[in-house]
């Protein structure tokens, strides 16, 4: 499923390619977020236009709506979006266990069991259910490429004892997720495992020692991204990628701003998701390349290589430039940065969708500078 082609002589960051049902997708790459089957404010037609690797949906919405069964009858997830490229799902733990501590009207909308959650539906209070095995079974019934076990997540900071039971209870279910895969017939998805264990080393390999004795297609670094310091991430990075399979993808969950992706690619990381580019978008808040596009410094350290800017801010109403001359985008290529600036004075919903867009394929380019200093040994 992983095929790895270059592992990087001045650092851990490594070239490879990950094989799905619906394509291969070079490594290092970013996966655009379409939490409820659609990314914000775009079209599947645009994300195919950037050369979207993979698009990322997550079974805890898409279980509560459309509902699983509306996605079946339409095809699946592929067809119901319209999108023909490879899909990951995650396992819907994370926004589960986000409700925990939550009690409209006296009742706890969480409850945890050894066998899996309850939780109470958000839009409707209805009562739903996940364990280990459901969660696959609603992730096959997308027909996604990629699923994600079921594990528990953690709020930092935790608590050495809060952090013992997350290991253990992620690390059961990911074994029973495991052995129903394995019933399932031959055209099912890649299955990936959880890595928690909070900011305890201990833990942390701990935790992908019982995880990769399992075998799984691919390891995802989760817990992370959730009120740790980016020095705090980074070190449980130092940890942890030394110790993983080197024939297995590595997912780091959740991160992050361009600046964190470089560290964690450097430090052997080779898929990412996050909804930054689009939320920041949406907010006003682009991303643009330094005059020098150079990742890292003579020696070796990560340098600012882009900047933020608000395009509410009053310098951007007189700038007739296009937004990206360069990009794949004609809308990009011929609307101005002051016709985006005038849209955010109006707040014109196509200027969420501009930015949304230009923020994106700042990304991909990104991964592809990333995937070309590996190649040339600058990174």
Not at 88 to 94: E, I, P, R, V, Y
């Amino acid at each position: 499923m992983f095929q790895l082609d270059k592992q990087s002589a001045i650092s851990a960051a490594r070239l490879g390619v990950l094989t799905t049902a619906h394509g291969a997708v070079s490594t290092p790459f970013f996966m655009t977020v379409a939490t409820q089957g659609v990314a914000k404010y775009l079209t599947t037609e645009e994300l195919r236009q950037l050369a979207a690797p993979v698009i990322l949906s997550n079974t805890y919405h898409l279980l509560l709506r459309p509902g699983i069964e509306a996605i079946q009858r339409r095809g699946g997830l592929h067809q119901f979006m319209d999108w023909a490229g490879p899909i990951l799902t995650d396992s819907g733990g994370f926004q589960v266990f986000s409700l925990a501590g939550q009690r409209p009207g006296g009742q706890n909308l969480v409850k945890l069991t050894e066998a899996g959650v309850y939780f109470n539906s958000p839009w409707d209070g209805s009562r739903q259910y996940l364990t280990p095995e459901l969660s696959l079974d609603l992730q096959v019934a997308c027909g996604v490429d990629i699923a994600v076990c079921l594990d528990q997540c953690l709020a930092l900071p935790a608590t050495d004892d809060d952090i013992r039971q997350s290991v253990e209870r992620t690390s059961a279910w990911a074994k029973r997720a495991k052995q129903y895969h394995q019933q399932l017939p031959a055209s099912k998805p890649l299955l990936f495992a959880v890595i928690q264990g909070g900011l305890s080393q201990d833990w942390r390999l701990r935790s992908l020692t019982e995880l990769a004795a399992l075998d799984f297609d691919g390891y995802n670094i989760g817990g992370l991204s959730v009120g740790e310091t980016t020095a705090e991430m980074y070190q449980v990075l130092d940890w942890l990628t030394p110790a993983m399979p080197n024939d297995k993808t590595r997912y780091l969950m959740g991160v992050g701003y361009p600046d964190n992706i470089v560290e964690a690619v450097r430090r052997g990381v080779d898929m990412f998701d996050c909804v930054i580019p689009t939320r920041e978008g949406r907010h006003g808040r682009l991303f643009f390349w330094q005059a020098d596009r150079s990742l890292v410094d003579y020696q070796g350290r990560v340098r600012d290589f882009y900047r933020t800017e608000n395009i509410k801010n009053s310098q951007f109403a007189e700038l007739d430039q296009p937004i990206n001359p360069h990009s794949r985008l004609p809308i990009l290529r011929r609307y101005s940065l002051a016709y985006l600036h005038y849209l955010y004075k109006i707040d014109e919903a196509l200027g969420r969708r501009l930015a949304s867009l230009h923020n994106l394929e700042f990304y991909y380019d990104l991964m592809a500078a990333i995937r070309q200093a590996i190649a040339a040994g600058q990174l």
